[in-house]
């Protein structure tokens, strides 16, 4: 592993320990040049997953995109990192258990939007406000109003255009 100080490739690993209910290996290393200390974290990775955009164009997955825009909406409410990893990692394990090597923007949406509808309303209404494209704050009154009331699933609210 290269050292993020100096780039040396002299590294050592201090510790080892499970992270994220065993779904990760978290090693504090060392650089045995600059003495320099980080951190880094093992994940299986079971597939390739290829994200198709609305536009139909092909990128790569990246999973500190999708951590990002959890971060967001979680953004000064009471969850911790490690809860945001873990909602992530079941993101991911749900979308490489699918078996499926290309998958839908708006299925990856649909998946955070679930989670945080259980997790947290307001981070549901935040990433539903850039999810669903709101453009004016009567999106934000229907939106949660349907939710409020539960008389039918905001998620069947059709998307901006």
Do not use: W
Request: glycine content about 8%.
């Amino acid at each position: 592993m290269r050292c993020p100080f100096c780039g040396s490739e002299d590294t050592a690993v201090r510790d080892s320990r499970p992270a994220e209910d065993n779904t990760v290996v978290r090693r504090r290393r060392s650089c045995g040049n600059c003495g320099g200390r980080f951190t880094t974290f093992e994940r299986v990775q079971l597939r390739e997953i290829t994200v198709v955009k609305r536009d139909g164009k092909r990128t790569p997955f990246v999973r500190e995109k999708l951590l990002r825009s959890v971060m967001i909406a979680l953004r000064k409410r009471p969850f911790e990192p490690e809860q945001m990893d873990q909602l992530v990692s079941g993101i991911i394990r749900r979308l490489e258990s699918s078996g499926e090597n290309e998958v839908e923007s708006g299925e990856i949406g649909g998946y955070v939007m679930e989670a945080l509808a259980e997790l947290d309303p307001v981070a549901y209404v935040r990433y539903a406000s850039v999810y669903r494209d709101f453009k004016d704050p009567s999106d934000f009154a229907h939106f949660i109003e349907r939710y409020a009331s539960g008389s039918g699933d905001p998620e069947d609210l059709p998307e901006a255009d």
